[in-house]
C-alpha cells in the first residue's frame, strides 16, 4: 500500500470520519501507539459499516462479518490531542467477501494506510456474502484502484 502513493490523498477516500484520539492512546514518547492505530483502522471501518447499513443491521452482523487478512503501513506518528480523519473505500467486491482501503491523516499528513479484506463466517465456515450487505456494498461503489 505505502507503494501506491495515490493512497495517501485523502480525496481517493469515498467515506470519510473524524476520529478523537485519547490520552490512554499515547506511549511514553507521548506518541500515539500502534495498537491505537489499529484501533482508529477498526473505527473507520465500523463506521462505514454503520452508514452503509445501519445501526441495527450492522450490530447484528458484527459476529459474523470478519476480517480475513489485514495489512497495516504505519508511516508517521500521530499525536494527542487532535483528531484523526479517516477515509474509507471499497476496493474490491465478488460474492464472498470485500476490501476496504483505509487512511488516516492527521494535520494534512497521511499517518497510516491499511487494507483489509472482510468475510461473511457462519456455522465455522467462510460463507457467501448476506444478499442486503452485498447489494448496499455494490450500490456504495467501488472505489477505482489506481495503478
Not at 470485500?98 to 483489509?116: K, M, N, W
Not at 467462510?126 to 477505482?144: I, N
Request: charged share 25%; proline share 4%; with cysteine.
Amino acid at each position: 500500500m505505502k507503494d501506491k502513493p495515490w493512497r495517501r490523498e485523502q480525496r481517493f477516500y469515498s467515506f470519510s470520519t473524524d476520529l478523537p484520539t485519547r490520552y490512554a492512546d499515547m506511549d511514553t514518547e507521548r506518541h500515539v501507539n500502534n495498537v491505537a492505530v489499529l484501533t482508529l483502522h477498526a473505527e473507520a471501518r465500523s463506521r462505514l459499516h454503520l452508514a452503509l447499513f445501519g445501526r441495527d443491521e450492522w450490530l447484528a452482523r458484527t459476529h459474523a462479518l470478519r476480517p480475513a487478512k489485514l495489512q497495516t503501513d504505519f508511516l508517521e506518528i500521530a499525536h494527542y490531542p487532535g483528531d484523526v480523519a479517516a477515509g474509507v473505500s471499497l476496493v474490491s467486491l465478488d460474492p464472498h467477501q470485500y476490501t476496504l482501503a483505509i487512511g488516516l491523516f492527521q494535520d494534512g499528513a497521511c499517518v497510516g494506510l491499511q487494507e483489509c479484506r472482510i468475510g461473511h463466517w457462519h456455522e465455522g465456515a467462510w460463507t457467501q456474502l448476506p444478499a442486503l450487505l452485498l447489494d448496499r456494498l455494490q450500490r456504495f461503489g467501488l472505489t477505482e484502484d489506481v495503478q
